[in-house]
T-cell receptor, first 112, second 113 residues
Framework: NAGVTQTPKFQVLKTGQSMTLQCAQD?????MYWYRQDPGMGLRLIYY???????DKGEVPNGYNVSRLNKREFSLRLESAAPSQTSVYFC???????????FGEGSWLTVV | DQQVKQNSPSLSVQEGRISILNCDYT??????FLWYKKYPAEGPTFLIS?????DKNEDGRFTVFLNKSAKHLSLHIVPSQPGDSAVYFC????????????FGTGTRLTIIP
């Protein structure tokens, strides 16, 4: 039972480079999310998609873009990476808004 | 502005004893609260939740207490086991059905054998 799968697990980028974090869920969930975790900051919501075809900004959206490609997939793009974007990124999904959120295993991103 | 606060970054408890993790919130509109557990190099996993219409919810060794007047909730684990060693995040949301969870900064629980 795969649940929420995100790739890559580890990535090192140079400042200014771009990259896309991929996320897929196989639980037929409607809502999907991207969070980042930083030391002493907890988990902060970057973007979310309440349902296929919709996306909304979370708490810390600057520097990121998202695409809800279909019901299963929700990608996060960094157009021009900055050292401040060094973090652990978690994709998550839920049946619908307000239900329990299930997280992927995380993607460790370092921007040098 | 940290709306959900976990003021203890770490906690150590002897195996078999009770672990109590605390969480405070400032937004009086929050009406649904959750606890997540996170092991190193893994994503957070849902542990237990409580809605504002209750003041207690129990699931096996885990009990969450909610004190709305104090804007405080706590997670009790009894008896504590070595496998409970992890980081625990408290989270809250408004208007049950709102998709935005606000997380606390986490408490690292270490169970001492």
């Amino acid at each position: 039972n795969a649940g929420v799968t995100q790739t890559p697990k580890f990535q090192v980028l140079k400042t200014g480079q771009s990259m896309t974090l991929q996320c897929a869920q196989d639980m037929n969930h409607n809502s999907m999310y991207w969070y980042r975790q930083d030391p002493g900051m907890g988990l902060r919501l970057i973007y979310y998609s309440a349902s296929e075809g919709t996306t909304d900004k979370g708490e810390v959206p600057n520097g990121y873009n998202v695409s809800r490609l279909n019901k299963r997939e929700f990608s996060l793009r960094l157009e021009s990476a900055a050292p401040s974007q060094t973090s652990v990124y978690f994709c998550a999904s839920s049946v619908e808004a307000g239900n329990t959120i299930y997280f992927g295993e995380g993607s460790w991103l370092t921007v040098v | 502005d940290q709306q959900v606060k976990q003021n203890s970054p770490s906690l150590s408890v002897q195996e078999g004893r009770i672990s109590i993790l605390n969480c405070d919130y400032t937004n009086s509109m929050f009406d649904y609260f959750l606890w997540y557990k996170k092991y190193p190099a893994e994503g957070p996993t849902f542990l237990i939740s409580i809605s504002s219409i209750k003041d207690k919810n129990e699931d096996g060794r885990f009990t969450v207490f909610l004190n709305k007047s104090a804007k405080h909730l706590s997670l009790h684990i009894v008896p504590s086991q070595p496998g409970d060693s992890a980081v625990y995040f408290c989270a809250a949301t408004t208007n049950f059905g709102n998709e935005k969870l606000t997380f606390g900064t986490g408490t690292r629980l270490t169970i001492i054998p």
